[in-house]
């Protein structure tokens, strides 16, 4: 099993929200089955920072979801950047641009019209493929459903 783990399922496992025991759970199969690390690029990175700050804004609007501070909100991204500069379970990838493009471009051309993904789940999907991973955990229902769509494995 190769895993490619989109930006809300490390969400979840860093700020232990509304998924977290099942991201956990399935952080210790990865880790039981002596999964590589996770690949993150820079869309996940990227994407995960404003998770983040979302999350501030979230709670200080008072909708529901996961309630952090931003000194919180700042210590779990340190925690996910120092994960990722150490490569154990978290491994920087660079994706040759132009193969995501076309992979996003067939992928958009072929499911967009008809389930009206967002560019974000067809982002990550497509970043699944271009690193031939087999597997695709998210707690985005949309972008599983097009994981599935692709032959990947859910959770």
């Known amino acids: 099993m190769t895993i490619y783990a989109d930006t809300n399922f490390f969400v979840a496992l860093y700020c232990h929200g509304p998924n ?22 820079l869309i996940s990175r990227l994407e995960f920072t404003n998770a983040l700050q979302q999350s501030v804004y979230f709670t200080r609007q008072g909708i529901p979801g996961i309630q952090i501070s931003r000194e919180h909100a700042l210590v779990i991204e340190a925690l996910f950047f120092t994960e990722l500069a150490r490569g154990t379970s978290l491994a920087n990838v660079i994706l040759p641009e132009r193969r995501l493009e076309r992979q996003f471009q067939d992928l958009c051309h072929r499911h967009t019209a008809k389930e ?40």
């Open 20 to 41: 977290g025991d099942e991201a956990q759970r399935l952080h210790d199969l990865a880790i039981s089955g002596a999964e590589p690390a996770y690949p993150v690029s």
């Open 116 to 155: 009206g993904f967002r560019t974000y789940d067809i982002l990550h999907v497509a970043s699944a493929l271009v690193l031939k991973r087999d597997t695709f955990w998210s707690f985005d229902q949309k972008a599983r459903k097009l994981a599935k769509l692709e032959g990947l494995a859910v959770n």
